[in-house]
């Protein structure tokens, strides 16, 4: 059962790793753009994930 668990809490831990990535990467492309200011980055990644 407590492997279940620490699997669990391993595979949410992935997917909020890769989503973060994700985010990020699209941020990047948005500043490459020019449709979002490079000041405006960890703001705009604080609101996905605070």
Do not use: R
């Amino acid at each position: 059962m407590l492997d279940i668990i620490k699997k669990s809490i391993y595979l949410g831990l992935g997917v909020a790793s890769v989503t973060k990535e994700k985010v990020e990467s699209l941020i990047d492309e948005l500043i490459e753009k020019g449709q979002l200011a490079k000041e405006e980055k960890s703001n705009t990644i604080n609101l996905f994930f605070h």
